[in-house]
Nanobody, 129 residues
Framework: QVTLIESGGRLVPTGGSLGLSCEAS????????MAWFRQSPGREHEFVAA????????SYADSVKGRFAISRDNHNYRVYLQMNDLKSEDTAVYYC??????????????????????WGQGTQVTVSS
């Protein structure tokens, strides 16, 4: 069982930068593919970025490509999301999620939230001018 706790969300100005952190505990993390999703009021969970258990394969939503970067530190059980050039449409609750369902040798990362087995409680990011 893996437990996830996100941190780092806050109010930032348009065009600013922010880093989110996800701390994991429990067995299975180092074998899990991890992802960040976001959700704004009245909308479904939206895929943001994902990273393979090994850290060498990543995937991004088109809306954040070139602005956001996902990374992980398996030694310290953490996943990060660096967000740059933030826009008002990036305002949402950001969730860290993980899955053990992806094969260890597959480079295809899930973007469907239903494929993820465990989730954090979320952290609010608000972008405002």
């Amino acid at each position: 069982q893996v437990t996830l706790i996100e941190s780092g969300g806050r109010l930032v100005p348009t065009g600013g930068s922010l880093g989110l952190s996800c701390e994991a505990s429990g067995s299975g993390f180092t074998a899990s593919s991890m992802a960040w999703f976001r959700q704004s009021p009245g909308r479904e969970h939206e895929f943001v970025a994902a990273i393979k258990w090994s850290g060498d394969v990543t995937s991004y939503a088109d809306s954040v490509k070139g602005r956001f970067a996902i990374s992980r530190d398996n030694h310290n059980y953490r996943v990060y999301l660096q967000m740059n050039d933030l826009k008002s449409e990036d305002t949402a609750v950001y969730y860290c999620a993980g899955t053990l369902s992806q094969g260890l040798f597959s480079d295809v990362l899930y973007e469907d939230p239903r494929e993820y087995d465990y989730w954090g409680q979320g952290t609010q990011v608000t972008v405002s001018s």
